[in-house]
């Protein structure tokens, strides 16, 4: 019989441990599973190879080309230019059907679901997601639509930890941290760029933060999926090695710094003319699996005069990057990057899947080539070939809309192999973040973790997070044996006017729970003779003993319980229940004693600091009367601007600040001595 503990598994469970060492070598197991499982969910790449091959190669006789990481291919020309239409139209009438009938999460850019999720359903993705969002992108992109591979590929690795997460019942913060470094490890993986794909995760979170937790596990995450996509794919950045690019005039950071201003500009008209889209296709009177098909058309029919905005685009990005730049008029430069805009907006605004990250970087791109386009032959000192505006024109856009700057720089560096261009590229990125503000590419994009339900605890209460449950503690002997008949049980109930107690076995050990709901459902005739076991819950949500208050709390509000069972020790034996009136009147009570947890000197020892108020009993006792625990050691008390060690018969003043060292265990009794918690009534059997 199985249910949720939070930091209650085995050791080949991944079970969170006490001490830091521990806990560090278990997310680095956690994080080698989830990058080698995302490292093979990027391999979603070879459905996207042949769905393209599929519609454009075979029904539209037409080969979009490849940049030098992905064969470096020239491709054809569109030979049926009729049939372009109808091709992309099937895909997104395709992906439509797939998407709304089977998984309606899977619709648009996957990774702003993936960031929803994060935010808002406690870090979980229902599983039909994965394969439904890897098939409706192949054939939204494959098709000729306009989208990334980027954001697909976020919300499937994303999708596959939160269920390794939900798998190994871990706590909503833990599962969080999953998705975090799933998503990141996928984009790393595809992108071929570890590093930036493991920032990418916890920075795209928020507009001006990041999820600062979940970055050494991200790293090793992002680091093992690119092994495995890499010995798949190759290693090669995407867009080559591009050598000898680097800043060689002072004249060219005023370049860079246009540059910077243009992106930024044109970033807030992607946003805007993107979700401008989904609106407008939000409110069109269709049925929403036929909204993507009609998105399809407009796309296709642009694709008559523009195919390079069809698809992922980077082939023809790669063109820019040296004198091929030239096959283009410098109009059709200066035209592309907006037509790019309008086609990926229909694409995935109209609800098709696709990813909006890759998209970004390609109009970035396109700008940068534009600008050195025009300024060739007229600006002096300009660089000899376009590939440094290029490069970053694609940090500076997306880095900006996405608010993604650092992320960004590293991640398009990996892709070029090219480092030297970071001091002109933080130049226009830094100015492209100041013209997009707060504007925004993700509308799922908090302000910062404060602004997010994820950490809404942590800062609307940061004392929650220092008090243990223990403190809040409501130990009980009214526990209920399987075996009771539920007559019994009701009585029991009733009498105490509870909302419902843990089933335990006959060794304490929590097997379920039993509400006054699931008793009323058994007919009265045989209440009498059924077992409790018959009706209980059968997988309890159960906190541990050592847990903090803001976890217990958001367990409560998840499973939406008014109180949990509280257990102990591997054997789960029930200890007493937590409810959320307990919790608060021990935060209301810590709050008036102004106490917090420092961290301990070692992995066993707490420093607990407590303020002696005016009305404390305290004031004027000796230290020797407090009858503090065997092995509390005060430290210090500081008083009157000075720190004093004290002795046994040192008396405490009102206003002091103590700082006791406590092991975890001690803790409750140490709360209870300076005032702190209450003795809990215990329930009459």
């Known amino acids: 019989m199985r249910f949720r503990l939070l930091r209650q598994r085995k050791p080949l469970r991944f079970r969170l441990l006490d001490s830091e060492g521990s806990r560090l070598a278990q997310w680095i197991t956690r994080s080698l599973l989830v990058g080698i499982v995302a490292g093979f969910a990027a391999i979603f790449f070879w459905l996207l190879e042949t769905s393209t091959h599929l519609f454009l190669g075979k029904l539209a006789g037409f080969v979009p080309p490849s940049p030098i990481g992905e064969g470096?291919?020239?491709?054809?020309?569109?030979?049926?230019?009729?049939?372009?239409?109808?091709?992309?139209t099937l895909g997104g009438l395709l992906s439509g059907l797939l998407v709304f009938l089977l998984a309606p999460?899977?619709?648009?850019?996957?990774?702003?679901?993936?960031?929803?999720?994060?935010?808002?359903?406690?870090?979980?993705?229902?599983?039909?997601?994965?394969?439904?969002?890897a098939l409706a992108s192949?054939?939204?992109?494959?098709?000729?639509?306009?989208?990334?591979?980027?954001?697909?590929?976020?919300?499937i690795s994303a999708g596959v930890a939160s269920l390794i997460g939900q798998l190994l019942h871990l706590d909503p913060a833990d599962r969080r941290v999953m998705l975090v470094i799933g998503m990141g490890a996928g984009i790393g993986a595809i992108f071929r760029a570890p590093l930036g794909g493991a920032l990418l995760g916890v920075e795209i979170l928020y507009i001006h933060d990041i999820e600062v937790g979940a970055l050494l596990p991200s790293l090793i995450a992002s680091i093992a999926a690119y092994t495995v996509f890499g010995a798949w794919a190759g290693w090669q950045?995407?867009?080559?090695?591009?050598?000898?690019?680097?800043?060689?005039?002072?004249?060219?950071?005023?370049?860079?710094?246009?540059l910077g201003l243009l992106c930024g500009a044109v970033g807030v008209v992607y946003a805007r003319t993107f979700y401008g889209v989904t609106d407008y296709f939000a409110r069109l009177r269709l049925p929403v699996w036929l909204k993507p098909a009609v998105g399809g058309l407009a796309v296709g029919l642009i694709g008559l005069a523009f195919p390079e905005a069809l698809g992922t685009g980077y082939g023809y990005l790669q063109r820019t990057m040296d004198e091929r730049i030239f096959d283009f008029p410098w109009w059709f430069l200066l035209v592309l990057p907006f037509t790019k805009i309008v086609t990926t907006s229909l694409s995935i605004g109209s609800g098709g899947s696709g990813g909006i990250f890759g998209p970004g970087m390609v109009i970035g791109g396109l700008v940068g080539a534009a600008f050195w386009r025009l300024g060739y032959a007229i600006l002096p000192s300009l660089p000899p070939t376009a590939a440094p505006f290029v490069i970053v024109g694609m940090m500076a856009l997306f880095g900006s809309i996405a608010h993604t700057p650092l992320a960004t720089m590293v991640m398009v560096a990996e892709m070029t192999g090219n480092l030297s261009l970071l001091a002109p590229a933080m130049l226009a990125v830094g100015l492209a973040v100041m013209v997009v503000r707060d504007e925004t590419i993700y509308r799922n994009q908090l302000p910062s973790r404060a602004d997010s339900p994820a950490h809404r605890l942590q800062f609307s209460f940061p004392l929650l997070s220092s008090l243990r449950v223990s403190a809040a503690l409501e130990e009980t002997n009214v526990l209920v044996h399987v075996g009771r008949r539920i007559r019994e049980v009701k009585r029991m109930l009733a009498e105490r006017g509870l909302p419902g107690l843990p089933v335990v076995d006959s060794e304490g050990r929590l097997v379920g729970m039993v509400s006054p709901a699931d008793l009323e459902a058994v007919p009265p005739d045989q209440a009498d003779t059924l077992p409790v076991e018959a009706v209980m819950r059968r997988t309890p949500v159960a906190v541990p003993l050592e847990a903090t208050l803001d976890t217990a709390l958001e367990l409560l509000s998840e499973h939406r319980q008014a109180w949990l069972p509280v257990v102990e020790g591997r054997g789960a034996r029930v200890v007493g229940l937590v409810s959320v009136s307990r919790i608060l009147k021990v935060y209301r009570n810590a709050a008036r004693a102004s106490v917090r947890r420092l961290r301990g000197v070692t992995a066993d020892t707490e420093l607990l600091e407590f303020v002696i108020e005016p009305e404390s009993s305290l004031a004027g006792r000796e230290i020797r009367q407090l009858g503090l625990p065997p092995g509390v050691l005060v430290v210090s008390i500081q008083r009157d601007g000075r720190t004093m060690v004290p002795r046994g018969d040192t008396v405490l003043r009102a206003g002091d600040l103590v700082l006791v060292l406590v092991h975890p265990e001690q803790e409750h009794q140490v709360r209870e001595r300076f005032s702190l918690t209450e003795h809990a009534a215990e329930p009459q059997a």
């Open 72 to 88: 470096n291919d020239s491709g054809t020309a569109l030979s049926r230019t009729w049939v372009l239409p109808l091709v992309v």
């Open 138 to 155: 192949a054939i939204t992109i494959g098709s000729g639509g306009s989208g990334g591979r980027e954001g697909p590929t976020a919300q």
């Open 237 to 258: 950045p995407i867009f080559g090695t591009q050598p000898n690019l680097a800043l060689d005039h002072p004249l060219q950071l005023a370049y860079y710094a246009a």
């Open 105 to 133: 999460e899977a619709e648009g850019h996957g990774t702003d679901s993936a960031i929803a999720a994060f935010h808002h359903r406690f870090g979980q993705v229902r599983a039909r997601v994965i394969p439904v969002k």
